[in-house]
């Protein structure tokens, strides 16, 4: 197995201490916000023998196993993270696979840049993703049902905001949702940008439920992504509990630090909490405009000690083992890649002592064998 050299990713909304504190090793003051463990080539992991990119070109099968190439290819299909949000992330949904490769192919012949920031589609992928708590972790995912929302906007009692509550009560579900968030994110700027101040006036004035729309109007003031949040489900996990992201599910993670694992694409679509590009014709395209439960998952616990957080897709499968004091030696063997990340105590695999945040790569059918006192994830494909 190759112990992993991984990019912390600078973004502005990272904490200042999370990770530093999960590292042990003094804050530089600097945001730190997401730290990379996989083959992405924005931030390959480096090994003692070349970048993850590197080391699965030269020989995928021997990396990755036949049934994993055979099914995606000749490439890691999941990326790995420790994510630190210290402010909200964007709002924002991803699309499923047919969109993505629709959308990349429809950017390619228009002959838009990769790194063009007006580009929606970096790739032809879909990029589900699941986020486990380290810590308390808040976010926002999936709308409300309508009635629910045009309450909690009603409550504020902004005069601007009315309008929206109205076309709330009068039309079924998704028409509702459609309606509102297009009204939402094509208003007059200058008129939304007083709305948003007198509802975030009013989310500090009342404080409880309104709490959270108050601190993103703290970070993003003006921005329509506040209104829009407040047709989303706010949900705050405990550590070890998770939440799974399909495509066309609204969504943003608002603040604490978890592990995430999604598919290896860049594709985003953003609805607001953000200077970046919102391509507002696309982006309704692209949104599941349906109220859901968030559906917070718990770890299913297997005989053997793994706690499976179940998603419905293949490219990634997480799981964790908890490790206690003087317990049996774990064989995690398989014929697929995988990443093993420690995240407390001190796990030993294969004679490697991982401390919080060190993670290995383990090659298809290599030997891993794992003990110690401690908590360890582990990243996987389902071939």
Not at 224 to 234: D, E
Request: hydrophobic share 40%; proline share 9%.
């Amino acid at each position: 197995m190759d112990r992993l050299d991984n990019t912390i990713r600078p973004y502005a909304w990272g904490s200042t201490t999370a990770i530093p504190a999960l590292l042990g090793v003094e804050p530089s003051g600097e945001p730190q916000a997401e730290m990379w463990m996989g083959a992405h080539p924005g931030a390959p992991s480096r090994t003692a023998r070349g970048t993850l990119v590197e080391v699965v070109d030269a020989d995928p099968e021997r990396e990755l196993g036949a049934a994993a190439v055979a099914k995606f290819g000749p490439r890691l299909p999941f990326l790995l993270k420790i994510l630190a949000a210290g402010a909200p992330l964007s709002l924002q949904v991803h699309p499923n696979l047919q969109q993505a490769k629709e959308g990349y192919e429809d950017e390619q012949r228009r002959g838009i840049p990769v790194d063009a920031p007006h580009r929606n589609y970096k790739d032809a992928n879909h990029k589900p993703e699941l986020i486990c708590a380290l810590t308390e972790f808040d976010g926002l995912c999936g709308f409300r049902d309508p009635l629910q929302a045009a309450e909690l906007l009603a409550g504020l009692g902004v005069d601007s905001l009315k309008p929206y509550v109205d076309l709330l009560h009068a039309h079924p579900e998704d028409a509702a949702l459609r309606e509102v968030l297009t009204a939402i994110l094509t208003a007059d700027p200058e008129e939304m940008q007083h709305t948003v101040a007198a509802a975030a006036t009013a989310c500090t004035r009342l404080g409880g439920a309104y709490a959270p729309y108050a601190d993103i109007a703290h970070h993003y003031p003006g921005d329509p992504g506040v209104i829009a949040a407040m047709l989303l489900n706010h949900v705050r996990l405990q550590p070890g509990e998770a939440l799974f992201l399909g495509a066309g599910i609204p969504h943003a993670y608002l603040n604490g630090l978890g592990v995430e694992i999604m598919a290896n694409s860049d594709n985003v679509l953003r609805c607001g909490l953000t200077p970046k590009h919102v391509d507002v014709p696309e982006l309704l395209r692209i949104v599941r405009f349906e109220a859901s439960d968030p559906g917070v998952l718990r770890p299913e616990a297997s005989p053997e000690g793994e706690e499976v957080y179940d998603t419905p897709i293949d490219e990634f499968r997480l799981s964790r083992y908890v490790l206690p004091e003087g317990g049996a030696l774990h064989d995690l063997t398989r014929d697929t890649p995988q990443i093993l990340l420690c995240t407390a105590g001190t796990v030993r695999a294969d004679g490697q002592e991982l401390l919080p945040g060190q993670s290995v790569f383990v090659p298809a059918g290599e030997k891993a064998e794992v003990s110690g006192a401690g908590t360890i994830f582990r990243a996987t494909v389902i071939v």
